[in-house]
């Protein structure tokens, strides 16, 4: 695994969901287990070899700073892009990855999972990707966006389709491996790299999915966090 390949984990959102939850905490510092949530993605990350990690962070993000400092104590070295007003996810990801000019991974901060990272940017390369999406199943794919295969390549995402139209049982996992010139076709300024990045390159045929088969909790709300605080194994 080249050490060359960064991460960007991004968790600049409110968490209004989980209120009274983030009225003093933030999202990524929410414990699992004993443990907040955004360390076990930083340590996911580490046990695939990737030890350089932006974490793009707004609410509370003295806190976030003052907990994960320079990420020594976890085997790996931050670095922090504050949005200092709402830039959406693709004008937060286009300022985090503003030096980066290699693949890198991006993950939203508010999921668990134990994907294995060096397998995901084995297949980027293999498809000649610009974006690989990991994806996970899902029963209850009404909630969520839901994937449209044509083999390994990603048409189009359904957005909360009943089941018996789902086009598949494969959602966004958010879990990504992105080319950086993918990002030129962003505006400037406040964006959404789903529908403004992913969606208008899936027609071009360049974006990919990998499906991810181990654990998967989304934290979103109370009653996500609360079922993933039961079921979560740790690594």
Request: glycine share 8%; charged share 30%; aromatic share 8%.
């Amino acid at each position: 695994m080249p050490q060359t390949i960064k991460a960007i984990i991004l968790a600049g959102g409110l968490g209004e969901r989980l209120r009274p939850l983030t009225d003093k905490t933030p999202k990524p510092l929410l414990p699992i287990r004993g443990k907040p949530i955004m360390q076990y993605s930083i340590e996911n990350l580490q046990k695939s070899g990737i030890t350089h990690i932006i974490l793009g962070i707004s609410y509370y993000a003295d806190k976030i700073k003052e907990y994960f400092k320079d990420g020594k104590q976890f085997g790996v070295q931050l670095e922090y892009s504050i949005e200092e007003s709402p830039l959406g996810t693709g004008g937060a990801v286009k300022q985090a990855a503003q030096n980066i000019d290699k693949p890198f991974i991006l993950q939203w901060g508010d999921n668990l999972m134990d994907i294995d990272y060096k397998k995901m940017i084995e297949s980027h390369k293999k498809n000649n990707a610009q974006v690989t999406i990991a994806l996970t199943p899902r029963e209850d794919v009404e909630h969520f966006g839901v994937a449209k295969l044509d083999g390994d390549k990603i048409v189009k995402f359904i957005e909360k389709p009943k089941r018996e139209h789902a086009p598949s049982n494969l959602i966004n996992a958010g879990a990504f491996v992105i080319n950086p010139e993918a990002l030129d076709i962003l505006p400037k300024g406040k964006s959404s790299i789903e529908r403004d990045c992913f969606e208008k390159l899936a027609l071009q045929g360049v974006v990919f999915g990998f499906k991810h088969k181990g654990q998967w909790f989304p934290t979103d709300t109370i009653e996500k966090y609360k079922k993933a605080e039961i079921e979560w194994k740790s690594f």
